[in-house]
């Protein structure tokens, strides 16, 4: 089965487990609307600073705001992996008890978004000022901080572990159980992304294309919900997948709907 064939599998296995339990899905949202806010409520200042050429307090300001949005979202992330935990062992899941456990967590939570913030910060800066062979070297850098943080949540949330020691056992993880020579996991929150953003795409331009703006602005509406939708699924089955994935790793075996054969192949290999 090839990657993007054992991607999709994964994906479907997922989203049966996210369709069985509303919660999840809710919680994905709750998260998505509460960073989305935080991040507008400090851009939008952060706008106005520059426009008035107050560019060191434009910086201040949308420093913050990221900041605070990447706390948020990562909250929300921290409530989603423990209510997927819940549904994966048969229990119903409720976003009071996901982020109960979360509020619990809050400062390996804020210590985390720093991480995250900091690190994405960098990157984009120095994506800014390289050259083709910078630009090839950190996107191979980049996926490697995805991989080595890919359990980073579920082992905050499961393990409540702070956010270097949860980045360490991240990383060992995924070496102790798939080796040194690791190139990715299967990517579904992509596949997700991509099944919403490009029928969205094609129905925002059929919409532009057919001359009727009724049509045009249903049509653009009914694509911006389903890159919505999409998204929503994508971020709750990526969730269910890296909690399964990270049991794995961490010995307890498979998990809810999925193989052994699904957990340890999803991770790829060098010259696999």
């Keep these: 089965m090839g990657r993007v064939a054992r991607g999709w599998y994964l994906a479907t296995v997922s989203l049966r487990v996210v369709r069985s339990d509303a919660s999840l899905t809710a919680i994905v949202v709750l998260g998505g609307i509460a960073s989305g806010a935080t991040a507008i409520g400090f851009l939008v200042p952060a706008a106005v600073a520059y426009s008035i050429e107050e560019t060191w307090l434009a910086g201040i300001i ?7 949005a990447t ?3 990562t909250y929300f992330a921290v409530a989603l992996a423990v209510a997927a935990a819940d549904v994966l062992d048969g229990r119903d899941a409720t976003v009071g008890g996901g982020t109960a456990v979360a509020s619990q967590r ?13 690190v994405n910060l960098v990157i984009q800066l120095l994506r800014s000022r390289a050259g083709i062979l910078g630009s090839l070297l950190l996107g191979a850098a980049t996926v490697a901080w995805g991989l080595a943080t890919f359990l980073v949540v579920p082992i905050v949330a499961l393990e409540g572990l702070g956010p270097l020691a949860a980045l360490e056992r991240s990383t060992s993880l995924f070496r102790q159980k798939w080796g040194e020579q690791l190139v990715g996991t299967a990517s579904i929150g992509v596949l ?7 029928p969205a795409v094609a129905l925002v331009f059929l919409g532009f294309a057919s001359g009727s703006e009724t049509l045009a602005v249903s049509l653009i509406v009914v694509g911006v919900l389903l890159a919505v939708a999409a998204g929503v699924l994508g971020s709750a089955a990526r969730a269910v997948f890296s909690v399964a994935l990270y049991r794995y790793a961490s010995g307890r075996g498979p998990t809810g709907p999925f193989t052994e054969q699904d957990l340890e192949t999803a991770v790829a290999r060098k010259g696999a």
């Design 106 to 118: 809050l400062g390996a939570i804020a210590g985390w978004a720093l991480v995250l913030t900091t």
């Design 62 to 68: 949308a420093a913050v705001g990221v900041y605070l």
């Design 71 to 73: 706390l948020v979202a």
């Design 192 to 198: 997700f992304a991509l099944l919403g953003t490009l």
